[in-house]
């Protein structure tokens, strides 16, 4: 520890975090509040500073029917509400397969974290290459087994679609087109957060004592509730770490999205039916004009519902993670 | 194609079919042996208990196996469509093997040298420009975050000052807040107050710091003894000279870690680039390669494409094999809860 009168200290260590804290003051506390700001200014206009009045309408434009904006909530929270459980399931089957065998362990390691290494651009646009309508890879395994071409990402309408049958063509919303474009964003989504989850999870594995699963062998315990009741709960601190990153992380879903369908977040003949909250809140903000007060007003809504979700997620962990 | 899944398919209901009888028996088996029961059949048990562990080893070999082909299918679906020729793309029964390899993709990808305007309407991919500028903005911002971060960690961990405990919590807190709430007020801070659309620094100084990275390397100076600066004391060196000759050496593994990540995370930087780049020329490469296909071409430059993207994340690769442990250590440190 740096020794010296307080005083001296005082301004020793002020010198040394000034740059983090001038940039933090600049970049992150000041557009915090700035941002509830505008959030409450209607009709503002952020190039000559004028508005019209304080109030909550732009909170009750976006919710109002017609407006994108309940699409983009309904995508975002169809996507964490999925992908976030199945990622997590998926990379805790994948760690502790992972876990249990002793060679090739190093190659198939290297080899699920592959995918964290990449350009969500580059690999979102090999996914549409893949699921293509007429020649994409996907279809040609559904058709080599004797299936219909699917539809992925709209457009063809002599493909069939296999959300044609349960779907109501006429809802503005979940159209067939958008059930395939869907699943296609979760394979990709799925894709692209495995490897940091796996790679947690293992690491944690592996610091386990192999005491508890000497004793349970001896006791003659079965693997399923070694995994269930061993297993699961050493981990849960991890697993807790990981449900409130990914959470978080869904909830702001927009590269992967821009990635598969443009920058409009569309299947093919259909209109933003993919956008997410925070696409919204990007559009807005580049629009220019009186906008800027929309795009503060979703950015504060999901501000509050990712805090809700935090809050809740640490209410559940306090009574189930053992640390 | 179709039969051998179909096959991998059956022989995995046969597994988990025997895995379930012999499990059975290999509970009773262990039950048996926890009495000292006389048993008849030992050896049939035994054997039994071998193919068990067996069955076992191959179920998850063969899981294992399948995902890992399902993660490099991507990449191994970009590399082999980008050397298809145009004709051999346009089949109705997709290859998995390119019949012959067609360079033409990447020769028309490397050789562009402007932004044209091509003939469907959308931006030639200028590659060499868009890395320029990525690299440009990629160097900048690492240099500055390592100066911020070294000098705040510092702070943080080594020296003693009222309040210090406070703003640390006070970052740390930052790093539960989206994001998105920052970028809106930013874009007006950059645009307007500050005039930065298309220039280098607007893509750089807001990402001069990073909470993550201070937390990360005042973790690791805190793992340095004292001692070693009453030693340094007593010889006459100075607390930033301690700092510099010492504590930074000490903490290099980190200090590259944190270099490595923040290059790779301008190299993917989309949304903020996006925002305050206007020019073409000022693009960055995610935002460049992006803007380059629009979907309306449909599959005549699927190959083009793909081997704009192989270009893109070429570097990642390179880099992911050479630095391998560096990465991944980065990452799951940030697993453990400190």
């Known amino acids: 520890m740096v020794e010296g009168k307080k005083s001296v200290n005082f301004l020793r260590g002020i010198l040394y975090l000034s740059p983090a804290l001038i940039l933090m003051a600049i970049f992150t506390f000041y557009p915090l509040?700035?941002?509830?700001?505008?959030?409450?200014?209607?009709?503002?206009?952020?190039?000559?500073?004028?508005?019209?009045?304080?109030?909550?309408?732009?909170?009750?434009?976006?919710?109002?029917?017609?407006?994108?904006?309940?699409?983009?909530?309904?995508?975002?929270?169809?996507?964490?509400?999925?992908?976030?459980?199945?990622?997590?399931?998926?990379?805790?089957?994948?760690?502790?397969?992972?876990?249990?065998?002793?060679p090739l362990q190093k190659f198939f390691q290297t080899i699920f974290f592959l995918p964290y290494v990449t350009n969500t651009i580059a690999i979102g646009m090999v996914f549409s290459v893949i699921f293509e309508s007429h020649q994409g890879l996907a279809n040609a395994i559904i058709t080599e087994f004797g299936g219909n071409m699917i539809n992925w990402l709209g457009g063809n309408i002599q493909a069939t679609t296999i959300g044609k049958g349960f779907l109501d063509p006429n809802n503005a919303i979940f159209t067939p087109q958008w059930l395939t474009s869907m699943i296609v964003l979760m394979v990709y989504i799925i894709w692209n957060s495995l490897p940091f989850k796996i790679?947690?999870?293992?690491?944690?594995?592996?610091?386990?004592?192999?005491?508890?699963?000497?004793?349970?062998?001896?006791?003659?315990?079965?693997?399923?509730?070694?995994?269930?009741?061993?297993?699961?709960?050493?981990?849960?601190?991890?697993?807790?770490?990981?449900?409130?990153?990914?959470?978080?992380?869904?909830?702001?879903?927009?590269?992967?999205v821009v990635a598969i369908f443009g920058n409009n977040a569309q299947s093919v003949g259909q209109r933003n039916n993919m956008a997410t909250v925070v696409w919204y809140i990007y559009k807005k903000t580049k629009e220019g004009g009186t906008t800027m007060g929309y795009a503060a007003a979703g950015a504060v809504v999901l501000f509050v519902i990712i805090m809700f979700f935090t809050l809740i997620n640490s209410i559940i962990s306090k009574k189930r993670v053992h640390y | 194609m179709g039969i051998i899944i179909l096959l991998l398919f059956v022989a995995f209901v046969v597994c988990m079919l025997v895995l379930k009888k012999t499990n059975v028996a290999y509970e009773n088996f262990q039950r048996c042996k926890r009495g000292n029961v006389y048993i008849e059949n030992a050896d049939e048990l035994i054997r039994r208990e071998k193919i068990v562990k067996v069955v076992r080893y191959i179920i998850c070999y063969a899981f294992l196996a399948a995902l890992a082909?399902?993660?490099?299918?991507?990449?191994?679906?970009?590399?082999?469509?980008?050397?298809?020729?145009?004709?051999?793309?346009?089949?109705?029964?997709?290859?998995?093997?390119?019949?012959?390899?067609?360079?033409?993709?990447?020769?028309?990808?490397?050789?562009?040298?402007?932004?044209?305007?091509?003939?469907?309407?959308?931006?030639?991919?200028?590659?060499?420009?868009?890395?320029?500028?990525?690299?440009?903005?990629?160097?900048?911002?690492?240099?500055?975050?390592?100066?911020?971060?070294?000098?705040?960690?510092?702070?943080?961990?080594?020296i003693k000052f009222a309040g210090r405990e406070i703003i640390f919590t006070l970052f740390l807190a930052t790093m539960m807040i989206?994001?998105?709430?920052?970028?809106?007020?930013?874009?007006?801070?950059?645009?307007?107050?500050?005039?930065?659309?298309?220039?280098?620094?607007?893509?750089?100084?807001?990402?001069?710091?990073?909470?993550?990275?201070?937390?990360?390397?005042?973790?690791?100076?805190?793992?340095?003894?004292?001692?070693?600066?009453?030693?340094?004391?007593?010889?006459?060196?100075?607390?930033?000279?301690?700092?510099?000759?010492?504590?930074?050496?000490?903490?290099?593994?980190?200090?590259?870690?944190?270099?490595?990540?923040?290059?790779?995370?301008?190299?993917?930087?989309?949304?903020?680039?996006?925002?305050?780049?206007?020019?073409?020329?000022?693009?960055?490469?995610?935002?460049?390669?992006?803007?380059?296909?629009?979907?309306?071409?449909?599959?005549?430059?699927?190959?083009?494409?793909?081997?704009?993207?192989?270009?893109?994340?070429?570097?990642?690769?390179?880099?992911?094999?050479?630095?391998?442990?560096?990465?991944?250590?980065?990452v799951s440190r940030s697993g453990i809860k400190g």
């Open chain 2, 69 to 158: 082909l399902f993660m490099i299918l991507p990449f191994y679906w970009m590399i082999i469509t980008s050397l298809k020729t145009e004709v051999e793309i346009s089949l109705v029964k997709p290859t998995f093997f390119p019949k012959e390899f067609a360079w033409e993709n990447y020769k028309y990808i490397l050789n562009i040298k402007n932004y044209q305007i091509e003939t469907s309407g959308s931006i030639r991919f200028n590659l060499w420009r868009l890395m320029y500028n990525t690299l440009v903005v990629g160097f900048f911002s690492t240099l500055g975050t390592l100066v911020t971060t070294v000098m705040a960690a510092f702070a943080f961990s080594r």
């Open chain 1, 33 to 102: 509040f700035n941002t509830f700001i505008i959030s409450f200014k209607e009709e503002y206009n952020y190039m000559t500073g004028k508005y019209a009045e304080w109030g909550f309408a732009n909170y009750a434009k976006l919710f109002a029917s017609g407006n994108i904006f309940r699409t983009c909530l309904v995508n975002t929270l169809v996507i964490v509400f999925v992908s976030v459980p199945l990622s997590i399931g998926l990379s805790l089957l994948i760690a502790v397969a992972l876990n249990s065998i002793k």
């Open chain 1, 199 to 256: 790679l947690i999870l293992l690491s944690a594995l592996q610091g386990i004592d192999r005491q508890y699963y000497q004793a349970a062998q001896v006791d003659g315990t079965s693997k399923l509730r070694i995994f269930s009741k061993i297993t699961v709960p050493l981990l849960s601190p991890q697993i807790f770490y990981l449900l409130i990153t990914s959470f978080i992380g869904a909830f702001k879903e927009y590269t992967s």
């Open chain 2, 178 to 330: 989206p994001g998105e709430m920052m970028v809106i007020s930013n874009y007006i801070t950059v645009v307007k107050y500050m005039r930065g659309i298309d220039t280098y620094w607007s893509m750089i100084v807001p990402f001069l710091i990073s909470v993550y990275y201070i937390y990360l390397l005042r973790q690791n100076f805190k793992q340095i003894p004292d001692e070693l600066y009453y030693a340094a004391k007593v010889d006459g060196t100075s607390n930033f000279k301690y700092l510099l000759k010492i504590m930074i050496p000490i903490a290099m593994p980190t200090l590259i870690t944190i270099t490595i990540l923040k290059l790779m995370g301008s190299w993917n930087a989309y949304v903020w680039p996006t925002m305050v780049t206007q020019s073409e020329d000022m693009r960055l490469i995610s935002n460049g390669l992006r803007n380059s296909f629009s979907d309306s071409e449909g599959r005549s430059t699927q190959g083009r494409q793909m081997a704009a993207a192989t270009a893109v994340l070429a570097p990642l690769l390179i880099m992911f094999i050479f630095l391998r442990r560096y990465i991944m250590r980065g």
